[in-house]
């Protein structure tokens, strides 16, 4: 089967950016209901999750921190040596390539401001957070900072293919939460699209881990391309078919990718560095973290952004 680019498959195919499942749900959708679609179908999106003004300025951050890629480094980046934090990696010291950068999200930050930081403090704080709590069957929850992903992508124009985390990734983590910080539109700028409902087993794959074009090509009827508003993030299980589009706008794009589960069902070594969630007066908030002393993320950790 003759390949396509995503440009020309939704070109062709339209209908691929419509809700045909409805899988989107509101603050108004209780955590059961959303949990129940996501069992099924591998991918929900939920709405109006975050604020936009915190999602602006994190772009901005992120944006700041991305152009200071391959420079030598510069004066607000030194202040954070002293805390023995990560700064980027080596892959980066030319700058980033023609796709962009992805960095372990206690690495990214400008001046004070730490994007992934005030992310998931306002995650915390959101109508999201007890969904996240009903699909992981627990209030005790372990984000594993190791698993998650900052990115800055700069749009490619790229051919359709889809692959599974559970063979991409860990097959033990059960999901993922994916988060643009701004508006997604197809053939505009890239973003994350799904082939629900997801199947119940790992995918035949190519050395790469990508499942081939075959296989997306042969189910645009379950395919799903969603526009993201600002604020808008997306669950997708480690079973689920996703692929990242890429239209050849040359449009930036900034994410975060949020890996979580039960803390007493997450492997020991998934949970270095780590932050725990509880409920404490009903509410949900940070009770530990976890970060072995030659492990950099302990400013990050330790951020009035994310304990605020």
Known sequence: MQNLNYDELIA??????????????????????????????????????LPERTLLRCQTSFEYFARS???????WLRPWSKARDDGPSPQWR????????WHSPW???????????????????????????????????AILLGFCVARHAIDKSLGAGAHQDAKAVAAEVPFSMWIPFHAITP???????????APHHVLPTLPHNDVGPDYVLGNLD????????????????????????????????Y????????????P??????????????SKPVIVDTKCSPGVGAHGFLASPALLG
């Open 187 to 197: 053939r505009r700028n890239s973003g994350l699209g799904f082939i629900v409902p």
């Open 69 to 75: 890629l391959g420079r030598h480094r510069p004066a």
């Open 94 to 101: 030319n700058g980033e390539t023609d796709i962009g950068s």
């Open 12 to 49: 062709r195919y339209p209908e691929v950016q419509k809700d045909r499942h409805g899988l989107s749900f509101g603050a108004e959708a209780s955590p059961a209901r959303v949990a129940d679609a996501l069992t099924p179908s591998g991918a929900v999106m939920l709405r109006s999750v």
């Open 268 to 281: 020991p070594e998934y949970q270095d560095p780590a932050i725990y969630v509880g409920r404490r007066d």
């Open 222 to 253: 379950k395919a799903w391309v969603p526009h993201y508003s600002p604020g808008d993030l997306t669950i997708h299980t480690s079973l689920s078919p996703h692929f990242t589009t890429g239209y050849g706008t040359q449009s930036d794009r």
């Open 107 to 141: 690495v990214v930050r400008y001046r004070r401001h730490r994007p992934a930081a005030a992310i998931l403090s306002a995650l915390l704080k959101s109508w999201a957070w007890p969904v996240v709590e009903k699909i992981c069957g627990a209030t005790d929850i």
């Open 255 to 266: 994410s975060l990718e949020i890996r979580a589960m039960a803390r007493d069902a997450s």
